[in-house]
């Protein structure tokens, strides 16, 4: 099945420096990717969608000088939260369309979890 | 307005037994997809099943089976004979359009214990 990994999986850092996260489809190209923010106990709100080879489209109210996010290849998103502060600890998802299926659906990684300290 | 809704927070069963997840969407797009998504406390979202606006049957995936309503815009999800691994966070999605690369709105979810 469409396999979908992240990196890291947690992460701790400190406030005002920035981090990285890896969102790989393994075995599928993917031309849309998404990535997703949430609390605990909540739901996903959906930041942003990544499209390979241009500009990513946020969603209302993100910052997308924060959130900055690069698909550079069919099988790699990239989301880097800079000058972290620990209002931006959470858990961060990344999901890619598999386009060989016939409904399209988004298959998610296993997540990062930030803390901010 | 809210697009998907998810009105029960959480949800017990017995295990052995049928439980029934309640959805409700609103869309005035006549094309759309409808998911189901489980969410283990590893946090991992899993996809469960998917139905099409329109698809003339209901979906069915194993022990998921998704009770699709079109004209009371409900896609409640059925899992029979749950098992304790059934316990997680179950999510609700909606995807308007026909482009199958369109996001994914979300409910609130619904927490499933299952009890020994």
């Known amino acids: 099945g469409a396999v979908v990994s992240q990196h890291p999986s947690w992460v701790i850092c400190k406030s005002g420096t920035s981090v990285k996260i890896e969102c790989r489809s393994l075995?599928?190209?993917?031309?849309?990717m998404f990535w997703y923010r949430q609390f605990p106990k909540q739901s996903l709100m959906l930041m942003a969608t990544?499209?390979?080879?241009?500009?990513?489209?946020?969603e209302q109210g993100v910052e997308k000088d924060k959130f900055l996010i690069n698909h550079a290849s069919l099988t790699l998103s990239t989301l880097t939260v800079t000058s972290a502060h620990p209002e931006d600890s959470s858990f961060y998802i990344c999901?890619?369309?598999?386009?060989?299926?016939?409904?399209?659906?988004?298959?998610f990684g296993p997540g990062t979890r930030l803390t901010v300290t | 307005a809210q697009k998907i809704t998810q009105t029960q927070p959480g949800m017990f069963v017995q295990e052995k037994e049928a439980v029934t997840l309640d959805c409700t969407y609103d869309?005035?797009?006549?094309?759309?997809?409808l998911f189901w998504y489980k969410q283990p406390s590893s946090g991992e979202m899993i996809f469960l099943i998917y139905q099409g606006s329109y698809d003339q049957q209901n979906a069915t995936e194993g022990r998921y089976s998704l009770n699709f309503q079109k004209a009371r815009k409900s896609a409640n999800l059925v899992i029979s004979a749950s098992q304790l691994g059934d316990s997680a966070m179950y999510f609700c999605?909606?995807?308007?359009?026909?482009?199958?690369?369109?996001?994914?709105?979300f409910g609130q979810g619904t927490e499933l214990s299952v009890k020994p």
């Open positions: 990544s499209n390979e080879g241009s500009k990513a489209t946020y």
């Open positions: 999605a909606m995807r308007e359009g026909g482009n199958q690369g369109g996001k994914l709105i």
């Open positions: 869309t005035s797009d006549p094309s759309y997809g």
């Open positions: 075995d599928f190209q993917a031309t849309t």
């Open positions: 999901s890619a369309i598999n386009r060989d299926r016939v409904m399209g659906e988004q298959y």
